[in-house]
Structure formats: C-alpha cells, structure tokens
C-alpha cells in the first residue's frame, strides 16, 4: 500500500505539553486515519487533547503522495482538509521526523 507521507512544516503550540509527546500524538493520529481523510482542526483536536493551551489554526502540511509505480506528487494543503485520491489504495504515514515544524512557543 502506497504511503502519503504527511510533513507538517508549521505548527505552533503553547502549554505544559512536552514537544516529544505532542509530536508522538500526531504520529499516532495521523496514521491512524482510517476514512482518507486529513483535518487540520482534527490536528488541532488531538493537540488539545493532550494537554496543550492554545494551538494556532495557521499550519502548513505538505503531503507526498507516492502511487503504486513508485512515482510521486507532493501537495501542499490550500484548505481545511486534504483527502486521498478516490481509487487509490493509499494511507497516511508520518513519523516525528516528517513533522520538524511542530514548535512550542
């Protein structure tokens, strides 16, 4: 199955919330995703969730997505949400490193 490898290069949080574990959160969530379908304010949610005062709405996320033939396209989110291409057998993947831009302030 083809990943589409979520980057979040912005991402901005403040509270008590330890950046390891916000980090480990979204990894968790965002591989988690079962319905093809990525929210920033499910992001947003998550951060929340965890212990985290204030999360900025203003992210940036890039997603590269890989298909079957090794071959790529890499999309940079303009809205609220990013859903995988229907009829691609896809899931969202990211890791702590593809997440360098999430920063507490």
């Given amino acids: ?6 980057s979040i290069t912005s991402l901005e949080y403040s509270g008590s919330l330890d950046l390891a574990i916000a980090k480990r959160r979204l990894v968790n969530y965002i591989n ?4 093809g379908e990525l929210q920033k304010s499910d992001l947003i949610n998550t951060l929340y969730t965890a212990g985290a ?11 590269k997505q890989y298909k079957s033939d090794g071959s790529n396209t890499t999309y940079t989110l303009d809205s609220d949400t990013y859903t995988l291409p229907t ?8 890791d702590t490193e593809t997440l360098i831009g999430v920063t507490r302030v």
């Fill in 1 to 6: 199955m083809p990943p589409a490898v979520v």
């Fill in 32 to 35: 988690s995703i079962e319905d």
């Fill in 53 to 63: 005062t204030n999360v900025s709405t203003n992210i940036a996320i890039k997603v």
């Fill in 87 to 94: 009829g691609d057998v896809s899931r969202f993947y990211a």
